[in-house]
């Protein structure tokens, strides 16, 4: 089946198929060894990007900034303190004029409604680098990762540890049920996913064959896990709720003990940053299980199949 993604937004990985991230995560292969082969191409020679960011990020940046640029583009940075965004001028006036100046447009902020404002009233593929509610390019790095690591996808089982009703919870439950992953959300009951949510996500999953599983036991969701994966305890604008978190979430801190009970030569991922000491040790941060540099470089890889595959 051929696969055409020119001019589609990104705005949550609800809005694609199992065979369109199929086709990015092959895309994805291909220009990462293109990359560790020295090959270098101009394919958006011309383009324009616009960057848009309310919250501070590395990996995002400079995935997306280096991504556009190797390939011939000109990406342009434009945080909230350098341009009206949604403060003197609406979002919708803001999409307007981004859409007639710029090939594409990337989000990373706090509302979701923002970055499907701009999808909206833009005419150009808006892509979601992250939002309170998801973060869908993370995840596209995350299933990639996983794929050079095992050789597959369908079948695995991922358990995601910590707060569970953040962007990287949802668009995980997400990215698995799409590609066949069995997927268990391990939080405290005060911090689970949201019913409507979990309800949509399960459908997606009856369709692929798997499995998405809450619980707040480690010994429900542990043994036989293939990939555990974790985030920082209060996300970006939850500062003020971190010791809360502590105390909720500490006995969902992946050590090594959690990874001796999956029982399997084990994964541990995250997104980053991560807070070393807190949901994650540094001994398994730093160990053979971990897997998350490979992670943050694929953040580049698939950043730039989503952009190829979207514009040319």
Known sequence: ????????????????????????????????????????????????????????????????????????????????ADIQLGVKESIEDTARVLGRMFDAIMFRGFSQEMVEALDDYSGVPVYNALTDLYHPTQVLADLM????????????????????RNNMANSLMIGCAKMGLDCTILAPKELQPEGGLLERVRGVAADSGCEIRITDKL??????????YTDVWASMGEEDKAKERIKLLTPYQVNQEMLDMAGNDVLFMHCLPAVKGQEVTYDVIEGPNSVVWDEAENRKHTIKALMVATLL
Do not use: W
Not at 219 to 228: M, N, R, S
């Open 219 to 228: 010994t429900e969701a542990i043994p036989g896990a293939d990939i555990i």
């Open 145 to 164: 990762t996983i794929e050079e690591h095992t050789g597959e996808l369908p079948g695995l089982s991922l358990v995601y540890a910590g707060d569970g």
């Open 1 to 80: 089946m051929a696969i055409n993604l020119r001019g589609k937004s990104l705005l949550t990985l609800l809005d694609l198929s199992p065979e369109q991230i199929r086709y990015l995560l092959d895309v994805s292969h291909n220009l990462k060894a293109e990359r560790t082969g020295f090959q270098v191409y101009q394919r958006f020679q011309g383009k324009t990007l616009a960057m848009l960011f309310e919250k501070r990020s590395t990996r995002t940046r400079c995935a997306f900034e280096t991504a556009f640029g190797e390939e011939g583009g000109h990406p342009v940075f434009l945080s909230s």
